[in-house]
């Protein structure tokens, strides 16, 4: 079946830091991947998606390409904020009716 | 544009007890989903409507749980009676369509069951 997988958090960073978190899937047909991330105390919000292979979603600073090849949708930044702390999740969608989401991945950015 | 709004945002019930939650989703979305997300995981898709019908409720547990959205905009959910395991946030979201369309999601109501 259609799964996503995550890496563990928490991941901890300093201030302007690289991010990677990476996020592989399986599924089948050609789906649609999306990043959420989650604030303290808030519910979920789009970050970025891409629909098709090579795409590169783009949003804040942050950026996903989707590899095919790779079944992998790994989110970068280049220089992190503390303003970034959150809860990040990959999903996807392969045009049925259901979005499969991974367990997330808590980010934690110290000044 | 109002977000979708969720109440109540805290809940806490004994076990046995019923609970229901509610949830008005972005004017004009079709697609409104219910999803569980137990603490440490991803959310998990308990039932979806596209307008008033529901198009997927395979991972709803249905003995205890029930989902209604008269007229195709407010849904509300029910837990009857609740479990220890019910505990976690219940989130509601919106979408225009399905599939590839952005979701909209609400502020979710935390449950503890006691």
């Known amino acids: 079946g259609n799964s996503v997988t995550q890496m563990e958090g928490p991941v901890t960073l300093s201030e302007e830091a690289f991010l990677t978190i990476n996020c592989t899937y399986t599924a089948t047909g050609y789906p649609s991947l999306f990043w959420y991330v989650q604030y303290p105390g808030e519910g979920l919000q789009l970050l970025l998606k891409a629909t098709k292979a090579d795409d590169k979603g783009s949003n804040k600073g942050f950026e996903a390409t989707y590899r095919k090849e790779t079944t992998s949708f790994h989110l970068e930044k280049g220089s992190v904020q503390v303003s970034d702390s959150a809860v990040y ?5 392969t045009g049925g009716f259901k979005t499969i989401f991974g367990a997330g991945t808590r980010l934690f950015v110290k000044a | 544009e109002a977000g979708v709004a ?3 945002r805290y809940k806490i019930i004994e076990k046995r007890q019923s609970v229901a939650f509610w949830c008005n989703p972005i004017s004009g979305h ?3 989903y219910w999803y569980q997300q137990i603490l440490g995981q991803g959310p998990k898709l ?3 409507f596209q307008n008033n019908g529901v ?4 991972q709803l547990p249905k003995d205890r749980f029930s989902a209604e959205r008269l007229k195709g905009v407010d849904s509300t959910l029910k ?8 505990s976690a946030v219940y989130l509601c979201a ?3 369509g399905q599939a590839h369309y952005e979701q909209y999601f ?3 109501t935390r449950l503890t069951v006691t």
């Open chain 2, 6 to 8: 969720q109440s109540p």
């Open chain 2, 79 to 86: 837990i009857q009676p609740a479990k220890l395991e019910d």
């Open chain 2, 30 to 32: 079709a697609t409104l």
């Open chain 2, 106 to 108: 609400g502020p979710g």
């Open chain 2, 46 to 48: 308990l039932i979806q």
């Open chain 2, 94 to 96: 919106s979408s225009e």
């Open chain 1, 89 to 93: 999740f990959c999903a996807l969608n």
């Open chain 2, 55 to 58: 198009v997927d409720d395979s």
